[in-house]
């Protein structure tokens, strides 16, 4: 399909579960909700004729409502949740780093992209140790989802249907990563694109610039800023750094926007002072940057802590799921500053400040990188030369 022109690893092929998720929305049995990646706020209205750049967040909502999802919740909410796994991997290693151990893996490379998960795995083995094992935010939700949200619910694994919204072709195949699945079920069940989404709305004459804007649900709906950056490149390691400094050096952040690490430029590199601790980042969007900023790593001319690295040019705003930009990097520019004025609106813009994060630690997972944490949210990476 359109997929091999625009979707960064070739092999992947896009396929179509629009189907299975309207027939899944026609089954009574069936208790079916939705989560929303952050890149899909800011392009989704393109397709509907509005400006580049247009965030129809609330209309997103109201859509995905008028569908007949039974939730519509956010993958926003799950990446606040990687972001506590993710920065705590890193002060783990940090701090292992800093006491002298010699076989602590540094820079910790960020593992919410499967596209690029899929590249090292195949290109980089012998890197495969270095990412966090963090799983993705789709991941992450799904996992969540199907375990202490059907509990509160008193929903049947089996029962709970779980869709994703997608900028992303890549998605769909990690969906169905063996990983991800308990006794065959899948976390997520069915991820569709920005664009599927798209169709499906014309498809049930949903006239969506006349939507009125609605509020995602609780408890997987709350979000703060730091979750919807990650919808841009850059955005998910300024997201991990907001944390990361605060638990590190327990001092509130001087200043939460971090223009040092946002741009376009493919390769970027900044320094960020934890209290007299500078922790130099590099950030790679496209994989030909990745695999340039690879070489580097093996080289050892690098002395990175954290690397950040999305597929996408300009990272999920740009994905292979979203309206067509035909390379544009207007739309791109535009996109992303839609991201960042999401954030800038947010109340909270710190993930270990959401309050329905921090009540699923109390409730279920205990802290981050505990035992139930581990076998919930994290996962493994195989050589697959
Ligand atoms: Fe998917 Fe591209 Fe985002 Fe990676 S950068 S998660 S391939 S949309």
């Known amino acids: 399909g359109q997929c091999v022109a625009v979707c960064p690893t070739g092999a992947l092929t896009e396929v179509n579960q629009t189907n299975n998720v309207v027939r899944a929305l026609s089954d009574p049995a069936k208790t079916v909700i939705v989560q929303t990646a952050p890149a899909v706020r800011a392009a989704l209205g393109e397709e509907f004729g509005m400006e580049p750049g247009t965030l129809v967040t609330g209309k997103l909502v109201s859509a995905l409502r008028s569908l007949g999802f039974d939730k519509v919740f956010d993958t926003d909410f799950a990446a606040d949740l990687t972001i506590m796994e993710e ?18 893996q540094l820079p910790i490379l960020t593992s919410c992209c499967p596209a690029w998960v899929k590249f090292f795995e195949h290109q980089f083995p012998q890197l495969k140790d270095i990412p966090s094992t963090a799983r993705s935010p789709q991941q992450m939700f799904g996992s969540i989802a199907k375990t202490y ?10 029962d709970l249907v779980v869709v994703s919204i997608m900028p992303c072709v890549a998605k769909k195949y990690e969906c169905g990563r063996d990983e991800f699945k308990v006794d065959g079920n899948p976390d997520v069940d069915y991820a569709l694109t920005t664009r599927e989404l798209a169709s499906l709305i014309k498809l049930a004459n949903i006239n969506f610039s006349r939507l009125s804007n609605e509020d995602f649900d609780q408890p997987l709906g709350e979000s703060t800023g730091a979750g919807v950056i990650f919808g ?11 944390t990361a400094y605060e638990l590190y050096t327990k001092k509130p952040l001087p200043k939460i926007d971090f223009n040092e690490l946002r741009g376009m430029e493919g390769i970027r590199q900044a320094t960020i002072d934890f209290d007299g601790f500078p922790i130099n980042i590099g950030i790679a969007h496209g994989l030909g940057n990745a695999r340039e900023l690879l070489k580097r790593i093996e080289e050892g001319e690098s002395n990175f802590h954290a690397i950040e690295i999305m597929s996408c040019p ?23 500053m839609a991201i960042y004025q999401e ?38 990476y195989f050589d697959r030369t």
């Open 149 to 158: 949200f059907a509990e509160k619910m008193g929903i049947k694994r089996e």
């Open 232 to 242: 841009t490149t850059g955005g998910v390691i300024e997201a991990a750094v907001r």
């Open 87 to 104: 920065g705590t991997e890193l002060l783990n290693r940090l701090t292992k780093f800093l006491e002298g151990d010699k076989d602590v």
């Open 343 to 380: 954030d800038g609106n947010k109340k909270i813009r710190k993930s270990h400040e959401n309050p329905y994060i921090i009540q699923l630690y109390e409730e279920f997972l205990g802290k981050p990188m505990s035992e139930k944490a581990h076998q919930l949210l994290h996962t493994e």
């Open 314 to 336: 300009g990272g999920c705003i740009g994905g292979g799921g979203q309206p067509y930009h035909h390379g544009n990097v207007d739309i791109l520019k535009k996109r992303q």
